[in-house]
Structure formats: structure tokens, C-alpha cells
Antibody
Framework: EVQLLASGGGLVQPGGSLRLSCAAS????????MHWVRQAPGRGLEYVSGISGNGGNTYYADSVKARFTISRDNSKNTLYLQMGSLRAEDMAVYYCARSTRPTTGGFFEWWGQGALVTVSS | QSVLTQPPSVSGAPGQRVTISCTGS?????????VHWYQQLPGTAPKVLIYGNTNRPSGVPDRFSGSKSGTSASLAITGLQAEDEADYYCQSYDSSLSALYVFGTGTKVTVL
């Protein structure tokens, strides 16, 4: 059974940093692109970032480019999102999601339970 | 901001049919990229409802159906049930965006 377990959320001050992790199991991790999608309180889904199965290609929304870095460790079956220069508008539940393909395209077939990031002083 | 536009809300009585539109442009839906639909029940992660414009994953009732034409797509729910009350999002691929992937603005379905 595919499982995605996000962790690392919490309270951080504006301008601070936080690293989210997503532990994957139940499938060959390196065979699939992985993504982060966020949802601010009371708002819709927003695509944040994605990474190909071999880690060679990354994608970022303009709203997080140069502040967030996505990475993966295929030996540990874990996806990461390093978030820096955090702003109030970054406050959201962050979901990790597995694609149906190793690179671009496909859809988000499996979702983690989400990690809440709160940005506040 | 999202480049896929959905109505904020739709409603219907049990047993009725409702449709949700997803309007894009020539760089996403109109370019031939697939549209996928997700259902998000309150307090839970999204779940894929329709993929590749018209396909239902195993376990999704056939009351849900998808279609696509030109720069738009639609999700139809026939025989509306109380458990269908949720938020629904379309999603596609957009070659004009650095992120490549885009979600719709979301639609709240209310069962009267």
C-alpha cells in the first residue's frame, strides 16, 4: 500500500526557515516524480514544487522560486522541501503527492496527510 | 493566481445532476493537456476523482464523469448524494508556467 507521511511542520517567525519531509513507502520511490502542493487556510490548492524521479529536474511556482528548494533522497525514500525567507502568505497545509510518471505530466495519484506550517511572530 | 477558473459554488438536491466547469486557455487545456479532477472532503487530503479527462480510478462511483472540449473541461455528478458535499478542483499542465502544473480555483458542492 502506498503511504506518504509528511512531517516537519510547525510555527516559524517571518523570515525564518523550515524543512518539510515526506517519507514514502509501498512503491519504488525513484520511479516517480514527487510534488508539494499547499493549501492556505480557507483557500484552494496551490502547486508549489516538483522533482523528477531521479532528482535531475525541479519545478517551482513563481511565488516560492529562489526561497524554497525541493530535493529527494532515493536511498531513504524521502522527499524534502527546504523553505526559507518565510512569509505570512506561506502559511498553509503542505501536502506531498506522488505523480503517475517519473518526469513531467501525469496526475497526483497519491497524497500525504499534510503538514501545517504557521508563519507568525 | 490560478489560470483555471471554476465557479465558486454549485448546489443541488439529492438525486439531481450538477456540473462544474473548468475554463483554461491555449497554454493549458486548449493545448491538448489532460485535465484531472480531485475531490477534497472537509479536513482531508484531496483524492483523484477523474484522470485523463474522462477516466475514473477504481472505486470511484460511475455517478462521476468528466469531459473536455476546446479550452474547457467539466465534471458532472449525477444522482447527487449527501456524501458528495465537498470541494472539487480541476488540474492540468501549463507550458507557460515555470511550475508546469496548475489547479483550478475550486468549487464547493453543496447538497441541499
Amino acid at each position: 500500500e502506498v503511504q506518504l507521511l509528511a512531517s516537519g511542520g510547525g510555527l516559524v517567525q517571518p523570515g525564518g526557515s523550515l524543512r518539510l519531509s515526506c517519507a514514502a513507502s509501498g512503491f519504488t520511490f525513484s520511479s516517480y516524480a514527487m510534488h508539494w502542493v499547499r493549501q492556505a487556510p480557507g483557500r484552494g490548492l496551490e502547486y508549489v514544487s516538483g522533482i523528477s524521479g531521479n532528482g535531475g529536474n525541479t519545478y517551482y511556482a513563481d511565488s516560492v522560486k529562489a526561497r524554497f528548494t525541493i530535493s529527494r533522497d532515493n536511498s531513504k525514500n524521502t522527499l524534502y522541501l527546504q523553505m526559507g525567507s518565510l512569509r505570512a502568505e506561506d502559511m498553509a497545509v503542505y501536502y506531498c503527492a506522488r505523480s503517475t510518471r517519473p518526469t513531467t505530466g501525469g496526475f497526483f495519484e497519491w497524497w500525504g496527510q499534510g503538514a501545517l506550517v504557521t508563519v507568525s511572530s | 493566481q490560478s489560470v483555471l477558473t471554476q465557479p465558486p459554488s454549485v448546489s443541488g438536491a439529492p438525486g439531481q445532476r450538477v456540473t462544474i466547469s473548468c475554463t483554461g486557455s491555449s497554454s493549458n487545456i486548449g493545448a491538448g493537456y489532460d485535465v484531472h479532477w480531485y475531490q477534497q472532503l472537509p479536513g482531508t487530503a484531496p483524492k483523484v476523482l477523474i484522470y485523463g479527462n474522462t477516466n475514473r480510478p477504481s472505486g470511484v462511483p460511475d455517478r462521476f464523469s468528466g469531459s473536455k472540449s476546446g479550452t474547457s473541461a467539466s465534471l458532472a455528478i449525477t444522482g447527487l448524494q449527501a456524501e458528495d458535499e465537498a470541494d472539487y478542483y480541476c488540474q492540468s499542465y501549463d507550458s507557460s508556467l515555470s511550475a508546469l502544473y496548475v489547479f483550478g480555483t475550486g468549487t464547493k458542492v453543496t447538497v441541499l
